[in-house]
């Protein structure tokens, strides 16, 4: 595996950005060192590249990667993998706000604590946080899913149209269109493969306590008759 | 966007609070470039009639010693200093003494309609440095890293609403009680129904700047004997809009962030400091950010000593 190493120190994240993308593609794996919390870090990556981040990252982390796999060993801050297409973006830590915004697929992964509005506007793909999840997380969730392993804060699902919420925890209350459901075994079967696999080890016992978070109704806002036919 | 920043060392004891905050704002500077500010507190050592004025004078000639000479009328300058500043003002430091705390806003009010003159701050238990341009010129020109106390706020802006100016620097601060300061990020859209019953109550407003609008709504609750968290709770009830915004009180600071969460805030705490901010990166240069919190909409934190 050829690796290549970026120290973020005095490097603006234009010049971090541009030194990804020129590095990607020779290399099988970039670790960018001394990253500061920066915002932007490896925005716009479209090669089926690894990177480590070597600490924390800050806003808008992995924004619109398609096909990257990102490991942050630290936190995150507002935004991380925004309206990624597809790839992996695994932060250590916590993170703020808004973690998978808009993502029309891949996989986002946060260990410990997320911030408001997880998964908002999402279209597809899934977004698992190890602890809770705050405020209006899944708003306008329009497909994909959402795990949290902790508890999920006020307004859960607020106008979700598409997409599933899986929540292991206690659901504080929901949002408008939201409305809470059991799991199926096929749901169980996935959830199982997909912890699993991103090294979340959970009993049957835990496996029991999910509920799903899905819409009421998939037009919530503008009548019955569907326009599609 | 605007960056804010608060630490508090709990031993209570002087610590380079200027130091830590100064490399909190750099590292927020990309947040707003327009100005910076700090409210240092703990760290004056003056007697308990004395009082700091900082006092904006334009580079004119006889201008200074007009300002000299109202303020002797009131009371006697005790230690003065002259700190350059950019744009052809100068910031005239002096000590005074007075006989009361509510001598010092009429003082304040006095020295104001000298033509060029604006008064920044009068303060017993903090400093107030604030200025236009960015935090490291800000930092060298009035040595904040040199600068001690127990702990502090501190300010980057970009401005929205209103004019950038060292008097709309942040932090503001409030007369209703002694040293009430606060650094803002957002706006509070119901502004004019917040101002209205503080004025009928009699409190003035300098500014139609929103931020002004919540140190004298906190130092209101505060006078009424709300504690810090309580007063930062029914704020949070009682103002709309986006924000986040940090108090600096002679005791400790605290956050309130607004019910949708439409402003950043994260915090860190451990045995020997309590760090607020709108990023990590900040928290980061006073403390280990392994286990760092978002502040949850409509959620209020404070550490008081």
């Known amino acids: ?229 | 966007m605007c960056g804010i920043a608060g630490v508090v060392f709990k031993d209570g004891k002087l610590h380079r609070v200027g130091d830590s905050l100064t490399k909190m704002l750099d590292a927020l500077q990309h947040r707003g470039p327009d100005s910076a500010g700090f409210a240092i507190y703990g760290g004056l050592g003056l007697m308990e009639d004395e009082y700091l004025l900082n006092i904006e004078v334009k580079e004119k000639p006889g201008l200074l010693e007009q300002v000299k000479s109202m303020v002797n009328t009131a009371t006697q300058i005790k230690n003065e200093e002259i700190i350059p500043s950019v744009e052809n003002y100068i910031i005239y430091r002096c000590k005074v003494s007075l006989n009361s705390f509510s001598q010092l806003k009429p003082l304040i009010m006095d020295i104001d309609k000298i033509n060029d003159v604006i008064v920044l701050n009068g303060s017993h238990s903090f400093e107030m440095i604030k200025d236009v341009g960015l935090v490291k010129d800000i930092a060298a020109r009035y040595d904040t890293h040199s600068k001690q106390g127990t702990h502090g706020i501190g300010h980057t802006r970009f401005s929205t609403e209103s004019i950038v100016d060292r008097y709309h620097a942040h932090p503001f601060q409030s007369y209703i009680i002694p040293d009430i300061t606060v650094v803002h990020n957002g706006q509070i859209t119901n502004y004019w129904k917040l101002r209205d019953p503080l004025e009928r109550k009699g409190h003035i407003f300098e500014t139609t700047n929103d931020t002004e609008c919540i140190v004298h709504y906190i130092a209101d609750k505060l006078k009424e004997g709300y504690k810090l968290e309580e007063a930062l709770e029914q704020s949070i009830k009682d103002m709309d809009g986006p924000f986040s915004y940090i108090i600096g009180t002679p005791n400790g600071v605290g956050i309130a962030k607004d019910q949708l969460g439409l402003r950043p805030g994260v915090l860190a705490e451990n045995n020997e400091v309590f760090a607020i901010a709108s990023e990590e990166v900040a928290l980061r240069e006073v403390i280990d950010t392994h286990d760092i919190e978002q502040i949850s909409p409509g959620e209020a934190r404070a550490y008081t000593i």
């Open chain 1, 1 to 229: 595996m050829q690796e290549f190493e970026i120290n973020a120190n005095h490097k603006t994240p234009r010049e971090i950005n541009q030194a990804i993308k020129k590095s990607a593609k020779e290399n099988d794996k970039i670790i960018i060192k001394n990253p500061n919390a920066m915002h932007y870090m490896v925005a716009g990556l479209t090669e089926p590249v690894e990177v480590l981040i070597d600490g924390s990252a800050g806003y808008f982390v992995g924004t619109m990667i398609h096909g990257a796999k990102i490991h942050i060993n630290g936190n995150a801050g507002w935004f991380p993998a925004d309206n990624m297409t597809e790839g992996e973006v695994i932060i250590d830590g916590s993170a703020g706000d808004g973690v998978g915004q808009g993502i029309y697929g891949g996989v986002v992964v946060v260990k410990r604590d997320a911030g408001s509005r997880t998964g908002e506007i999402m279209k597809n793909g899934t977004i698992i946080i190890g602890g809770n999840s705050g405020f209006m997380s899944g708003l306008f969730m329009m497909g994909g899913r959402i795990i949290v392993l902790g508890d999920i804060s006020n307004d859960a699902g607020e106008s979700i149209i598409r997409g599933a919420i899986y929540v292991k925890g206690d659901i504080k209350s929901l949002g408008k269109n939201a409305k809470v459901e059991e799991i199926n075994d096929k749901d169980k079967e996935e959830l199982i493969e997909l912890l699993t696999n991103y090294g979340f080890q959970l009993t049957e016992d835990d496996y029991k306590k999910f509920k799903k978070i899905v819409p009421r109704s998939n037009r919530p806002f503008y009548g019955k008759e569907s326009e599609e036919g």
